[in-house]
């Protein structure tokens, strides 16, 4: 286990149908492979040391007895394998018979779990030959294996993860048993299926194994029955499947016996799982086989690794989750205006990516109210570092917007201001910057109490996680339409409004916006009216902070595992070095401000 990563495959092996040395042999080439990959938990399809198709075969006491002399030579022969593996097998008890899952583990037999929901419908009869699981576990004997037999057992890998059974309907039951073994204690789940293709299956098949991990916050592997079962009624595709929390880490293709493999990361599913106050473990009624187990520790990771959590890289995606952000930002703007009753709002208007959205949002606000958009008054405040960039895109955008703009020129104020303290104006030190800042809020404050209104805050998530604001300057407001929202985001957000919007002065005017560098333009242009204060020169790389801080605060992960991901991540971008360096000053710069 390296950094809580479980190294997971689901497989489908070749089978003839009633030949259990054939398919021992397919199986354990199947295990060979995954164990040389470094693979701790292997998942194979039901049935699949006697082949799911075998109809009234299953009557048959030699092809029962053959499969159980199977299981346990395929026992003997793995017990040198560090890898968990299961295999599904027809077991009889007390002169029943039912379909089975058996877990192994270096020769040994760790437990057989039974189906419980067994379909009798269309072209799977399964009641036919097999009998619903028991409603109470017991203690059998296979070989040399004392090992307990029934659907409620956990199985306790040293601690180091946890995971439970079902086989191939139990999942497509209304009540899976899943659910039980979830709230039992279960991080994992391994289904042993045999589901036949049909049209349109493996999407839902996909949705179901998905949302089921997502649901149970939990792993899903899901390995299923190919073309060696498929017969003139029933065809199988061999859809394997590994989730994680509701994110499909890896699938196969169909019609294609093979194996896939994801790292499942044990750490999310536990910081989830405390995170959610709904999720209540309750292990009562359930046997636990606890057994010592050493994980790989397999440096390679076998994930992609978003380096923009924050942003879907799909772009359909990407455009549907903006329009969504920008209702939720509207709306919620929307509902402060109509409560305290109030017509007029107040924004600083830089030109920057921040101050643009919280125009933009504003503005649909007052769409969505039915309100003049005049009752929007945008205040631009030119002071030392603006830039004639800058001021021109606020103000195209202002008036394309049609919004009321108001000019303050602070530079006299902030020049007196510096003469009542005794600051040199030739010094460009923090008192310098802050003191422009903390007169743009006051401006904003006094011309919002002019026009018996509010402040709109244009301060984003990643300033406020950095603390890269002026203290009361402006990180305050009466509210802040971006406070949740990273900078990596917005520059999405600003885009998707820039490429649908129909007036083209204010088309043309964002996009510049997203052309400017980042700056809060509190220091003197270069000699050529460039901006020559960049805010990613001082406190890092928003994307690297946007990284560290999804990580951090979402998953929980530890400092390690975060600079572990970001060079993965970043490989193509950063150095070790680099992004190191960026790591200790981000927690620095959060731990600083928010504790």
Same mark, same amino acid.
């Given at each position: ?350 030109? +920057?990516?921040? /101050?643009? @959205? $919280? #125009? ?6 007052? %769409? ?6 005049? *009752? ?82 244009? +301060?984003?998530? /990643?300033? @406020? $996680? #950095? ?6 300057? %402006? ?6 339409? *971006? ?113």
């Amino acid at each position: 286990m390296y950094h809580g990563y479980i190294r997971t495959a689901a497989a489908t092996p070749k089978v003839k149908v009633g030949c259990c040395s054939y398919n021992k042999e397919q199986i354990l080439n199947n295990v060979r492979a995954a164990h040389a990959n470094g693979t701790d938990i292997l998942v194979l399809p039901e049935l699949c040391i006697t082949g799911y198709t075998c109809g009234d075969l299953f009557g048959q006491t030699a092809l029962i007895e053959t499969a159980k002399e199977t299981l346990l030579e395929i026992a003997e022969e793995t017990m040198d394998m560090n890898i968990i593996f299961t295999v599904g097998l027809p077991f009889e008890y007390k002169n029943k018979l039912y379909n089975c899952a058996a877990v192994l583990y270096k020769g040994k037999i760790l437990g057989i779990v039974p189906k419980t929901f067994l379909p009798n419908y269309n072209e799977f009869y399964e009641m036919r030959w097999f009998t619903p699981a028991p409603k109470e576990g017991v203690r059998v004997t296979i070989g040399e294996n004392d090992v307990y037999f029934g659907t409620d057992i956990i199985f306790n890998a040293e601690g180091k993860i946890k995971f439970a059974v079902e086989l191939c309907e139990d999942l497509w039951a209304p009540a899976p048993p899943s659910v039980r073994h979830c709230l039992a204690g279960a991080e994992m789940i391994l289904n042993l299926s045999a589901g036949n293709e049909i049209t349109g299956k493996a999407e839902y098949r996909r949705e179901l194994v998905s949302g089921q991990s997502g649901r149970l916050i939990c792993g899903y592997i899901y390995a299923c029955a190919g073309d060696g079962e498929s017969t003139t009624d029933v065809v199988f595709s061999g859809h394997n499947i590994i989730s994680e929390n509701g994110i499909v880490l890896a699938e196969s293709k169909l019609f294609e016996n093979g194996i896939v493999y994801a790292d499942t990361d044990i750490m999310n599913i536990r910081a989830h799982r405390r995170k959610n106050t709904s999720f209540r473990t309750d292990g009562d009624g359930y046997a636990e086989t606890y057994f010592a187990f050493s994980p790989n520790k397999n440096e390679n990771l076998l994930r992609f690794v978003d380096p923009h959590p924050f942003v879907p890289s799909d772009e359909s995606k990407r455009e549907y989750r903006c329009k969504v952000i920008m209702d939720i930002q509207a709306q919620g703007l929307k509902k402060r205006i109509e409560h305290i009753g109030c017509n007029n709002v107040v924004i600083g208007i830089s030109g +920057g990516l921040d /101050s643009t @959205l $919280a #125009l933009i949002i504003t503005a649909r606000a007052y %769409d969505i109210l039915g309100k003049d958009k005049k *009752n929007i008054i945008t205040v631009t405040m030119p002071c030392f570092g603006t830039t004639q960039r800058t001021h021109t895109n606020a103000v195209k955008m202002c008036e394309a917007l049609g919004t009321t703009l108001v000019e303050v020129d602070i530079k006299n104020a902030v020049m007196t201001h510096f003469e009542d303290i005794g600051h040199n104006c030739e010094k460009h030190d923090l008192t310098y910057e802050n003191s422009q800042a903390r007169e743009r809020t006051q401006v904003l404050m006094d011309i919002a109490s002019r026009y018996n209104g509010f402040v709109v805050g244009t +301060g984003d998530l /990643s300033e @406020l $996680a #950095l603390g890269w604001a002026t203290y009361n300057g %402006d990180h305050m407001s009466m509210y802040g339409v *971006n406070n949740s929202i990273p900078k990596t985001l917005i520059k999405y957000l600003v885009k998707y409004v820039a490429d649908y919007t129909p007036k083209p002065l204010l088309k043309e005017a964002l996009y510049d916006v997203l052309d400017t560098p980042v700056s809060p333009e509190l220091l003197p242009p270069d000699k050529d009216g460039n901006i020559s204060q960049i805010t990613e020169d001082n406190v890092g790389p928003y994307e690297l902070h946007d990284f560290f801080l999804y990580n951090m605060m979402r998953l929980s992960f530890p400092a390690e595992k975060i600079f572990y991901l970001a060079k993965i991540a970043f490989k193509d971008v950063y150095d070790d070095e680099t992004i190191k360096k960026w790591l200790k000053n981000f927690y620095w710069r959060f731990f600083g401000q928010q504790f």
